[in-house]
């Protein structure tokens, strides 16, 4: 089935630091991708997504590009900030016939930089 | 606010009793999906519906059910709980499969 794999936590950066999490994933088709980020205490939110083959999404400084050829969808941030601590999903969801498809989550990474 | 809500926020109940969790999504999603996420386990998927009906199903308990109505809220009752049951449940709502939106999820904690 469906699958997510994301790189272990946690990650400690310095402020200003360059930023990559990995994230690989399995499906059949050609599904959706996501980053979800979830600050403590907080629930999930959308961070930034993709949906077909080469696209680049982006939001706050973070970016991943959604490449078939290798399955993967990497995030990167130039240069991060106290304030991006939080814990990241990867996740992928397929369309589904007729209705909306479940979103399938990698572990999470937990992020946390220092000042 | 994302725009789903999920109540209540937090709910603390006794080992072998009942509680029931509620999700209104956004407005015009006809997807609700319920996930746990407990501290060593990420984010489990539990269940889907779609327009009042079940439309998937993941790792959910048989001691877990859920029910969506005709106004499109739904409802997760969690049954006999035990101490593992503690964990956020999250509600999700989606019109299509490329947007999600989460509610802020509810903590419950069985002692």
């Known amino acids: 089935g469906d699958s997510v794999t994301q790189m272990e936590g946690p990650v400690t950066l310095s402020e200003e630091a360059f930023l990559t999490i990995n994230c690989t994933y399995t499906?059949?088709?050609?599904?959706?991708l996501f980053w979800y980020v979830q600050y403590p205490g907080e629930g999930l939110q959308l961070l930034l997504k993709?949906?077909?083959?080469?696209d680049k999404g982006s939001n706050k400084g973070f970016e991943a590009t959604y490449r078939k050829e290798t399955t993967s969808f990497h995030l990167e941030k130039g240069s991060v900030q106290v304030s991006d601590s939080a814990v990241y999903f990867c996740?992928?969801?397929?369309?589904?016939?007729?209705?909306?498809?479940?979103?399938?989550f990698g572990s999470g990474t937990r992020l946390s930089i220092r000042p | 606010d994302s725009g789903v809500t999920q109540t209540p926020k937090h709910l603390i109940t006794a080992t072998g009793q009942r509680v029931t969790l509620r999700c209104s999504p956004r407005?015009?999603?006809?997807?609700v999906y319920w996930y746990q996420q407990s501290l060593d386990q990420g984010l489990q998927f539990l269940i889907q519906?779609?327009?009042?009906?079940?439309?998937a199903k993941g790792n959910i308990l048989e001691r877990f059910s859920a029910q969506q109505f005709p106004d499109l809220h739904s409802e997760l009752n969690l049954s006999s709980l035990e101490l593992g049951d503690s964990a956020l449940y999250f509600c999700?709502?989606?019109?299509?499969?490329?947007?999600?939106?989460f509610g802020s999820g509810t903590r419950l904690t069985v002692v």
């Open positions: 999700a709502s989606s019109l299509r499969w490329d947007g999600y939106t």
């Open positions: 499906a059949t088709g050609y599904p959706s």
């Open positions: 993709a949906t077909k083959a080469d």
């Open positions: 996740a992928l969801a397929s369309p589904g016939y007729s209705s909306a498809s479940k979103i399938i």
């Open positions: 407005s015009g999603d006809l997807s």
């Open positions: 519906y779609y327009n009042g009906e079940e439309r």
